[in-house]
């Protein structure tokens, strides 16, 4: 057993030791001209942002990374180009280049005639892109690789990676799925739910990893969140039944007033249809960042005192890892939490939408009572 654990320690230093090594120490100026002092805030913000590249690690001036391919559409004209033209922002190719600074900054653009900057259509296979097409080929590959295992070992007990998982997917069908839909509607809502907590869980333990192909920020992405928030809020809209429908316009139990002339409840109702998918991204988006700035900013302490005094960084340095280190231990529970929390919302939500009342059945009841 402690021979399991030093293991594991050693690869948990080797990956910290491997993500202190992609962090570079300088940051320079705009244009590759001059060299700044060490900017903590700067370097977070490039590790947790979507990118042209997939940035490797940087050894002074020396930048490895993995360009990927740019694909723009503009003037009624395809560009279809590597990433590595832009030598890591610097220079600018056929017209287009990245925007250093403003809304657009980090974006690719085109100089206009008048001095503006225009945003061609932009399809490029980009850092979180590629992280969401390995993320879906790795969740497929594990669930088909499940179901084939299911089918083979159909008589016997699960083994192996198969009996990892199953307890697990029992869990959330159980414990989240039922528990939140009912035994009448949880398996029609299942596949859906499952499929999110897995995504979730696994792109919140790859971004953890700062080692290629991991790494991608995918669920500290606005956009990625914002787009499981749909889904959620597209399966509520198009499976709600008309009780659900009769709660939101004609909320039983509440005086009339607070109905007409001004429909009050109903406005809050609709209000609140909103607010739930709003808050179910946001919610994933801001504790995945917040971990990742957590972890960024226990690194670039050594840095930062490393920049005056060489002594004072090693000496932080320590302290620093220790943090990160422990730091990644919680991210892990916080990996799990969140995809819980989102599925579990999700489920509540649609169970809401999808429950039968028999308002007329209770009002029976309660006369023979």
Known sequence: ??????????????????????????????????????????????????????????????HVSIPLPVILYDEGQWHVFSSSKFHHGTESYKGYELATEGALKGKIVRKAADGSYIRPYDFSITKNVLGLFIASALVIFIFLYIARMYRVTRRHAPRGFQAIMEPLIIFIRDEVIKAS??????????????????????????????????????????????????FTFLTIVIRA????????????????????????????????????????????????????IIILGFISLIFVFGQSNVF????????????????????????????????????????????????EDHAHAAEHH
Do not use: C
């Open 181 to 230: 839909i009912g035994e009448k509607y949880y398996e029609r809502f299942a596949p859906y739910l499952l499929t999110l907590f897995f995504f979730i869980f696994f792109n919140n333990l790859m971004g953890l990893i700062p080692i290629f192909p991991f790494g991608a920020n995918l669920t500290g992405n606005l956009a990625v969140t914002g787009i499981l928030a749909l």
């Open 241 to 292: 039944n008309k009780n659900y429908w009769a709660h939101i316009f004609n909320t039983p139990g509440v005086p009339w007033w607070l109905k007409f002339p001004l429909p009050l409840m109903p406005i809050i109702e609709l209000v609140g249809m909103f607010i739930k998918p709003f808050v179910l991204m946001v919610r994933l988006f801001a504790n995945i960042t917040a971990g990742h």
């Open 1 to 62: 057993m402690k021979v399991i654990d030093i293991k594991r320690f050693r690869i948990l230093l080797l990956i910290t030791f491997v993500s202190l090594i992609s962090f570079s120490p300088r940051v320079y100026a705009a244009g590759g001209h001059g060299e700044e002092g060490f900017n903590a805030g700067e370097m977070i913000i490039s590790h947790i942002v979507d990118a042209y590249e997939w940035h490797i690690l940087s050894i002074g001036h020396t």
């Open 312 to 359: 004072a960084g090693f000496g932080i340095s320590i302290l620093s890892v220790v943090l990160a280190i422990f730091m990644n231990f919680v991210e892990l529970l916080v990996a799990f939490i969140q995809a819980f929390v989102f599925t579990l919302l999700s489920a509540m939500y649609i169970g809401s939408a999808v429950e039968e009342h028999h308002h």
